[in-house]
Each structure stands twice: as structure tokens, then as C-alpha cells.
């Protein structure tokens, strides 16, 4: 079978501060190329959807899938599901990935005959398996798969994170890809899952609470084979075990890899694991993301960050000893007065880390989509990026906004107005010389992208699908109700520095 797999468009925070691989669609293709299918990949954070169409009528694929890890490409998936039907209307059609396996139902009553499956779950196991089963009564009966007919079982845990390694050579205009100063920039998992629990997110939700690693040596070739000189780690909390850490740094030395790094991870990790940190600084780490997310206690305990400011700020006072450059995290609550923006602003200033604000979002799939009880104020799915305010505000929503843009001004030009910049120039040339443009243009773009009258017009646009809102009482659900992988829901063994469920 030709099968064409398809990343959506970037959304707001990518237009500026980086565009990154597809690596989870990149898994899924090594293993549908390993059935023996023809693979090819599109990724439209690069290409348009003329070259979309382009791609339709010159492969002529039997299948098409769509990625949806993010809520917010949800209209464009829906649309571009239609107009494939229409183009090619024996093709078949799916779509998987994070966001839509938390709202498979609601996405194919959307796509009305449009979409032929969900999948649920991680792509890689079931994948191959559906695409032999396109077209029979076999297909609502696999694990993980949602069609207009039914539903399968719950969906299956790979069972070793180092089978399918990405198959980068699909991925076209590689030089494309970068975060920051790391230009151009690969992507690689060292690790799957979080043991965490935190109200807000669905990364643990998603795949059960469970947390698996990739043996060392595989890791360690899985970095060796890629050609980029800088690497953005994609785990979501990079060295809980400080011996893995360690493990594949010792496989890197073996193999001589000498490359640039940037990680996320937790700041308690950091101050317990200290020393894999400091080990991976030697190997060519340079930069962090922290997930702060909040600056007060009570902000933290409501977001069950399990860690206490004091210890937040311990931690970056470590990574400043590391010598690392470090991104932080804040997350700003529509309820924030000008009172709580000028707070965040001061203490940005006073830092010398790198300050994000995103704004409090609650998705399908977290804690808080069932428990706020604030009534969400849209449901256009392109609202829901973190950058947009879906719940009431307390300000005027146009002096939110402006409160908001304000702030990421203020801590944008610490980092990219003229005295940082004529720090940054001597590389910034450096990197146009070898063609590298993308950090160049980044610098340019903050304006046209960050603007308080672009985010409020957003909230104008006509709104073609609409979101199935939460019920309409707020509860608490358990855990365990709310995860996608039901198998290897963590426990001691395989997260020993893990803290109490709650
Ligand atoms: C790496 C990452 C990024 C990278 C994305 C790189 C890229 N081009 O995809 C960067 C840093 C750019 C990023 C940015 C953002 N991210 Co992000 N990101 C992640 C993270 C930590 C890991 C994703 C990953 O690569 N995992 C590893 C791969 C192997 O897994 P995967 O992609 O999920 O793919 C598997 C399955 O989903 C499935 N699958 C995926 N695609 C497909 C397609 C088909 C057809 C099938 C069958 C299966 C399938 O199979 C794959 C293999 O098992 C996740 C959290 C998480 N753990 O999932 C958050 C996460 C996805 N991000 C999130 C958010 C909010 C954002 C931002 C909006 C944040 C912001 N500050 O603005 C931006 C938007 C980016 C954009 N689209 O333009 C949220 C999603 C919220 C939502 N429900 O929409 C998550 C869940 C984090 C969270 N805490 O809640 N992100
Ligand atoms: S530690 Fe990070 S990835 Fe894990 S649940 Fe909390 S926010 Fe999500």
C-alpha cells in the first residue's frame, strides 16, 4: 500500500522559538515501512497545502494519516480529511496522536464520513495492523481503533521503546528544524511517559502513568545516526533515573557523538540528580527547559506540582552553577489582574533565565477539564494553544491580552533586544553563512506574531467545528478513568523517586 502520513501546520509558539521533527509520526512510519508498505511524510510546519495536494495527486496514496497530537490543528485535520475525500474518495483515511485519542468520538462525528479511523494511542503496534484491516468489518475490533462502526479494546503498549527507531530520512528540508540558537535541530526520545500527576497536563494521562526507557545502546545509536549537530531531547522529564542518564552518556563516549543538546525536565530532578546533569554538561548540554509553572505555593499545590517554590528556585540557582541557559515556565490564569502580570514581570527581570508565560488551558484528557468550574468561554479548538484565553478573564479581554503581550515583551527584549542581540550577532552570522536562517528570522518575527490585537481577533474568527464541552458539574474523575493506556500504570518499581499518589 502507498500510505502518506501528515503533520499539520505549526501554531503560535512555533511560528517563533522553534519548528521540531515530527518524531512521533516519523515512529509511526518505520513501522508501517516495516510491514512493507510505501511510506512518504509531510510535514506542513514546512510545507503548504498546495504541496499537500501536490503530494495527493502525484503519489496517489491508498491511505492518508493525519497527526493530532495538538487541539488546536483539530479544524485543519477535519478539513483537510474532507477535501482528500473528495480528491481521492476511495483513500482511506485516519488521524491519531495525543490530543485526538482523548476525543475520538467527537472527531469523527466532526469529520461526518471523512475520517475512516481513530486511533488511540501510541501509532506504532496498531498502525500496520489497521491498514491490513482498511476497508473490513476487522477494523472496529483492533485495539486502540474508533471507527463510525465501533470501537476496539483498549490500545496496546509497545512493548520496547527502541523498536522503530524514527525513519528521518522521510522527513524533507531537514534544515528546517531548530529551537533557539540550535540551528539546525534534530529530535530524539530517550525516555516515554511521566510518573508525575500534574492537574494540568495529559502526558501522564495519555500513557497511563507509565514511564519506559530505551535501553542505552540503543540510544546512544539512535543519536549516533543523526547528521545535525544539535539535538532536542523530546522526553517529558529527562533523567528521573540518573543511572540511564549516565548509561547512554557512557554509549555516547564509546561512539564518539559530540553534539549540542537541549532537554526538559523537572527542577526536583535537577536538584536530586545533579550529577547526571553536570556529567551530560561535559557531553554538550547547554540548554533547559524547567517547568516552573508558578511562583507562590498555592499556585503550585493547585497545579500538584509536587515541589515547593523554595525548591523551584534552588534549582535554577544549580543550573546557573552548571552554566546552563535555562527557559522557564509560568503559567498565567485568565483570573490574573494587572497587579499579578506586574509581579511575574519583575521577578523575569530580575532572572537571568529565560521566562515563557502560557496561559491556563484546561484540555480533554487533564485533571482540570473535569474540574474546573469555570465555564469555558469558547469552542473553537484553535483557541485551545496555550497562548489563548478559553476561560473568563478577570480584566477586559483585550487588556488581558494586553497585560499578557506586555509581559512576554518585556522578558523577550532581556533576551533579544539590541545589547543581547549584538551577543547573539557574531553567531547569528555565522549560522546565515552556512544558510541557517531560521534563528536570524526569529529574532525579526516576535512583533508580527505576539500582538494583542492578533490574539483578540482571534476570538472573532467564524467557528466551523465546535468543541464538545466538559459536563456541566465539575468532578473529580480517577486517575485511572482518565488514561488512554491502561496497562503499567507506573507504581515503585519503575519510578523510585516518584512521590505519593494521590
Ligand atoms: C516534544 C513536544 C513538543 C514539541 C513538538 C515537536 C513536534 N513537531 O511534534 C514542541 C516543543 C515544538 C512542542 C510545542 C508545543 N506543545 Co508540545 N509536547 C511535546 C511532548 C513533550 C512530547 C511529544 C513527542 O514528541 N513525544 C514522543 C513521540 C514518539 O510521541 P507522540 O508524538 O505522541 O506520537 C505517538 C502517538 O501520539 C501516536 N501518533 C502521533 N501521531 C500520529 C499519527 C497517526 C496517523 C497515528 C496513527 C498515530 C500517531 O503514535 C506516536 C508513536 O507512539 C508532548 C507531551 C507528550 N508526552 O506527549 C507535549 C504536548 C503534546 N505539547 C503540548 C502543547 C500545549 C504544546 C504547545 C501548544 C505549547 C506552547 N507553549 O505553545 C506547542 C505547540 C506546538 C505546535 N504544534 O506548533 C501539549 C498538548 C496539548 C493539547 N492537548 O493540544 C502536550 C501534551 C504537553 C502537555 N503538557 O500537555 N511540543
Ligand atoms: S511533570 Fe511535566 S510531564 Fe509530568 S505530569 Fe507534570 S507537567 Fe506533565
Known sequence: MKVLLVHPSPLMYSEIFLRLEPIGLERVAAAVRAAGHEVRLLDLQIFGHADYHRE??????????????????????????????????????????????????????????????????????????????????????????????????????????????????LTRRRHKYFIGVLDPCASAELTRGCPWDCSFCSAWTFYGRSYRKASPEAAAEDLARITEPNVFIVDDVAFIHPEHGFAIGRELEKRNVRKQYYLETRCDVLLRNREVFEYWRRLGLHYMFLGLEALDEDSLRLHRKRITPGDNFKALEVARELGFTVAVNIIADPDWDERRFAIVREWALTVPEIVHLTVATPYPGTEIWHTESRRLTTLDYRLFDVQH??????????????????????????????????????????????????????????????????????????????????????????????????????????????????
Open 56 to 169: 495527493l495527486a502525484d503519489f496517489a496514496p491508498h491511505a492518508v494519516g493525519f497527526s493530532l497530537n495538538y487541539l488546536a490543528n483539530v479544524p485543519e485535520v477535519l478539513d483537510l480529511a474532507r477535501e482528500t475525500k473528495r480528491r481521492r474518495p476511495g483513500c482511506f483515511v485516519f488521524a491519531g496522536g495525543h490530543s485526538g485519542s482523548f476525543i475520538a468520538d467527537e472527531l469523527l462525528e466532526h469529520a461526518a464520513g471523512a475520517l475512516d479511523a481513530l486511533v488511540r494511542g501510541e501509532g506504532e503496534v496498531v498502525t500496520p495492523r489497521l491498514l491490513e484491516a482498511a476497508g473490513d468489518a476487522r477494523l472496529s475490533t483492533l485495539p486502540g481503533v474508533v471507527t463510525p462502526d465501533g470501537a476496539g479494546p483498549a490500545p496496546t503498549m509497545l512493548d520496547d521503546i527502541d523498536r522503530f527507531p524514527p525513519a528521518r530520512d
Open 389 to 502: 484565553a478559553v476561560l473568563p478573564t478577570r480584566l477586559p479581554l483585550q487588556r488581558f491580552y494586553e497585560e499578557l503581550v506586555a509581559t512576554q515583551a518585556v522578558i523577550n527584549r532581556k533576551h533579544l533586544g539590541l545589547t543581547a542581540l549584538r551577543e547573539v550577532a557574531g553567531l547569528a552570522a555565522r549560522l546565515a553563512l552556512r544558510g541557517q536562517t531560521n534563528f536570524l528570522r526569529m529574532l525579526w518575527k516576535f512583533g508580527s506574531v505576539y500582538n494583542r490585537d492578533r490574539q483578540y481577533s482571534d476570538h472573532l474568527r467564524p467557528v466551523t467545528y465546535q468543541m464538545r464541552p466538559p459536563a456541566a458539574v465539575a468532578f473529580k474523575p480517577r486517575a485511572r478513568d482518565l488514561f488512554i493506556h491502561q496497562l503499567n500504570v507506573g507504581g515503585p518499581e519503575m519510578a523510585p523517586h516518584t512521590p505519593q499518589r494521590s
